[in-house]
Each structure stands twice: as structure tokens, then as C-alpha cells.
């Protein structure tokens, strides 16, 4: 168990431009998730994946974000015509069946 | 609309003090009540969860204590550590429903003073 590995740990990037993250969860782990953390609050959901379907979704995630999980394995997370309120830390957490997830590091993502 | 207030904002406890902080919710669906401690520049990682059908959890110095029906849950911390300082999330999920992924309160932050 070598737990859940995000690259990259910190990303700056101008207003406009496309950043895309990458999460490789705790191997065996179906279900994955990413979600959004603003400094001071809790996470906030953004999408879930069982598997390679995309099962669920916020609100939050607005047409700009895409996410993907090929086979069923990693996962990316992509930000289109990046905006300054996109800037927040990228949280990816993975688990299997029960409800217990483990969750990475991150990747701290400024937008100038 | 926030589906789960967590409180105080911040906290600072003695050295072998009980640090405690409470979370109330609104929806009678949720089922399973976990609390995250999150370091600096780390994600959040499963301290203790509880589910509605019992009023205390305990694991080690860390115990949930729920309140069904004042839908409210609370987490104490005992012979609190300097070790212990970090921030604290309280979580809600319906994992029998559709709505299963976690919901987070804002979080405290807990001081230990040595």
C-alpha cells in the first residue's frame, strides 16, 4: 500500500491557460474521487468514479473541468481557460467498496 | 444551503486537556459520520467514524459521541497531545443512497500547547 500519489505536488499557471492534474490511486481501489479544498474549509466533491464511469458529478464542476479515468486505473483531471477562483488545492481520493477513503497529498494549483 | 455545520472555528487546548468539537447536520438520511485530521500540506486521513445505530465510538484517546435526534455528533479528543494539532473535519454521507460521497464541515483548527 503506497497510497495515493498526485502529480504535480504544486502548479502556477496564467489566467487562461489549460492545466491538467494527475492521480494515481492505492492499487485494487474502484471507486476514485476528486475534490476541492479552498483555504480554510473542508473539501468540496467535484466528480467520482467507479471504475472508469464517471458515476457522479457536481455542480461545481463547471464545463471547464473534465475528468477522465482510462481502465479504470489513474486519473486526470483537466481545467480548461483556467480563472483566478480556480486556484485552491486539487484533492484525489480513492477506495474500495466501503465508504473509507484515502486520500493523496494534493496538488496546490495558483492561477496568476 | 450548508448540509453540515461544524464548531468552534479554532481551538487551543493544554497538554493532556480534552479538546472537543461538534458538528450538527440536517438530513436524517445520512448514515455514516466520519472525522478527518488534516497536517499542512497533507490531505485529510480517517481518524474514527460511526454509523446512526450507536451513541459512541472509541478508539484509543480519540471518541465520537452521536446524538440522533438532536442530529448532532461530536468528537473528543483525551490527554490531548502537542502531536494532536492540526485541523479537523467532520464528515457526513448517505452511503446506502445516492448521495455517497462525504459532505465536510469547514474544519477547526486545534492547538496543543505543551
Known amino acids: 500500500d503506497t497510497g495515493v500519489s498526485q502529480d504535480p505536488r504544486h502548479k502556477i499557471t496564467k489566467r487562461g491557460q489549460n492545466v491538467t492534474f494527475r492521480c494515481d490511486p492505492i492499487?485494487?481501489?474502484?471507486?476514485l474521487y476528486w475534490y476541492r479544498q479552498t483555504l480554510g474549509q473542508g473539501p468540496e466533491f467535484l466528480t467520482y468514479?467507479?471504475?472508469?464511469?464517471?458515476?457522479?458529478k457536481s455542480r461545481l464542476l463547471s464545463d471547464r473541468f473534465s475528468a477522465e479515468r482510462p481502465k479504470g486505473s489513474f486519473s486526470t483531471l483537466e481545467i480548461q481557460r483556467t480563472e483566478q477562483g480556480d486556484s485552491a488545492m486539487y484533492l484525489c481520493?480513492?477506495?474500495?467498496?466501503?465508504?473509507?477513503?484515502?486520500f493523496g497529498s494534493g496538488t496546490q494549483l495558483s492561477v496568476l | 444551503q450548508q448540509q453540515v455545520k461544524q464548531s468552534p472555528q479554532s481551538l487551543i487546548v493544554q497538554k493532556g486537556g480534552i479538546s472537543i468539537i461538534n458538528c450538527a447536520y440536517e438530513?436524517?438520511?445520512?448514515?455514516?459520520f466520519p472525522w478527518y485530521q488534516q497536517f499542512p500540506g497533507k490531505g485529510p486521513a480517517l481518524l474514527i467514524a460511526?454509523?446512526?445505530?450507536?451513541s459512541e465510538k472509541k478508539e484509543g484517546r480519540f471518541t465520537i459521541s452521536f446524538n440522533k435526534s438532536a442530529k448532532q455528533f461530536s468528537l473528543h479528543i483525551m490527554d490531548s497531545q502537542p502531536g494532536d494539532s492540526a485541523t479537523y473535519f467532520c464528515?457526513?454521507?448517505?452511503?446506502?443512497?445516492?448521495?455517497?460521497?462525504?459532505?465536510f464541515g469547514s474544519g477547526t483548527q486545534l492547538t496543543v500547547l505543551p
Open positions: 481520493a480513492s477506495s474500495f467498496v466501503g465508504e473509507k477513503l484515502f
Open positions: 492499487s485494487e481501489h474502484n471507486r
Open positions: 468514479f467507479q471504475n472508469e464511469a464517471q458515476l457522479e
Open positions: 438530513n436524517t438520511a445520512f448514515d455514516y
Open positions: 460511526i454509523r446512526p445505530d450507536v
Open positions: 464528515a457526513v454521507a448517505e452511503v446506502s443512497g445516492s448521495a455517497r460521497q462525504l459532505t
